[in-house]
């Protein structure tokens, strides 16, 4: 797709620039490879063109946003953008970037991330002819509704990058898309990684047979239903699901806690099951139903999450890969993942740096994405259906 050479009907929007925040510096250098190749391969193509910048050695524009001792900050770029076609990564879930404030090591949180990229944007002064946002976990992406009298932290930001200038914003797997309602009438994708969960299956387990009799789709809560069905669908295999008894008398950590799972669906028995979310935050839900697919006599049981956060650290699933509870948890390197995760046995992380990296130069050259939105063909290939 990438190698074939450019009409002059997509024309670049603008100059590219990938602006890789202080958190998304490892999968920002990959992206940039893949561009600096296929372009460097394209330019001939497009040389009567006379297309300033556009193959280059590098498309990464360099940024910073120093603090003060007080902790206050600043964004900084280090050269022009004006005329620019702007994409900003940043994953306001990255705790291993750290800052100093009063002397002390601060973990950068969320809301520090977030704070971060708009100092960029305003920095970048209106002077950028299109800017894209990349965010693949989407910030406060889970105080998405109104339950109570609190905020909606996720529509306020949303609102708040387009009030400055954001074109579009792209994210992954979003807790509720539906959120992208606070802002309708500018760009907003929500992508699925599937085909890339898929891909990464197959290699990591080649064994898998991917045949109703031996596999089965698994939905840990109504909430992640419908990305269990389009696997369900899309594999054609079964479907189960959990539900979650709260106790709704009491909150504990900001949440009703979960009283039980109750299982739905045909037997697992004998059968490999893949249990599918959008995250793990502390895994407890995860690993309570994989002791209950157990009890109903699961084989092999493999954990899809978009993200993997880890909030109560690795005990917990070191100590169930001990106990066969689990087989692999795949995660993407969409958020930050700690040098002991990627150690684990147990683990096994879907890069998706090509992917965000197609999006990209389709985007750049005003191309639809439609293709790469929708993963049916490349997941038939896999398979061998065509």
Same mark, same amino acid.
């Given at each position: ?31 940039? /490879? ?60 990255? !705790?291993?970037?750290?800052? /100093?404030? !009063? ?14 990229? $708009? ?17 693949? *976990? ?25 009030? *400055? ?36 299956? $197959? ?9 109703? /009799? $031996? ?13 269990? *069905?389009? !696997? ?59 002791? /209950? ?34 087989? $692999? ?58």
């Amino acid at each position: 797709m990438q190698g074939d050479s450019i009409s002059l009907l997509h024309m670049p929007v603008g100059t590219l620039g990938i602006v890789g925040m202080e958190s998304c510096q490892e999968i920002t250098e990959k992206i940039n /490879k893949y561009l600096v190749e296929w372009r460097a391969e394209r330019h001939i193509d497009i040389s009567d063109a006379n297309l300033r910048g556009y193959s280059s050695e590098d498309y990464r524009v360099p940024v910073r946003c120093p603090r003060f001792g007080s902790g206050e900050g600043k964004g900084i770029i280090s050269h022009s953008v004006r005329g620019y076609d702007l994409y900003l990564l940043v994953d306001t879930f990255n !705790y291993g970037v750290t800052y /100093k404030m !009063y002397g002390k090591e601060v973990p950068m949180s969320p809301d520090d991330h977030y704070q971060d990229l $708009k100092r960029v944007i305003a920095a970048a002064g209106g002077k950028a002819r299109r800017i894209t946002v990349i965010m693949p *976990m989407l910030y406060e992406g889970r105080q998405h509704r109104r339950t109570a009298r609190e905020s909606l932290d996720c529509a306020l930001a949303l609102q708040e990058l387009v009030s *400055m200038g954001v074109d579009n914003i792209i994210t992954f797997d979003a807790h509720d898309p539906r959120v992208q309602n606070a802002v309708p009438l500018e760009g907003f994708e929500n992508i699925m990684p599937t085909y890339q969960f898929l891909k990464a299956l $197959k290699k990591t387990v080649p064994d898998i047979n991917i045949d109703r /009799k $031996k596999l089965m789709m698994i939905s840990p809560d109504e909430g992640a239903m419908s990305r269990c *069905m389009y !696997y369900s669908s899309v594999l054609n295999v079964d479907l189960g699901m959990f539900y979650k008894r709260r106790d709704y008398s009491v909150i504990v950590n900001g949440r009703n806690p979960i009283v039980a799972h109750e299982f739905l669906g045909d037997s697992v028995q004998g059968k490999d099951v893949i249990v599918v979310d959008d995250m793990i935050s502390s895994g407890d839900s995860m690993l309570d139903i994989a002791v /209950k697919l157990k009890e109903r006599g699961a084989s092999r049981i493999f954990m899809f999450a978009t993200f993997g956060l880890f909030t109560d650290g690795l005990a917990k699933f070191d100590s169930a890969y001990a106990d066969n509870l689990i087989d $692999k948890v795949f995660t993407t390197n969409l958020v930050y993942r700690t040098p002991e995760l990627r150690a684990r046995d147990w683990y096994s992380e879907v890069d998706m740096s090509k992917y965000i990296a197609y999006i990209i130069d389709n985007l750049n050259h005003d191309r639809t994405i439609s293709e790469l939105l929708n993963p049916i063909d490349r997941i038939n290939k896999l398979l061998g259906r065509v």
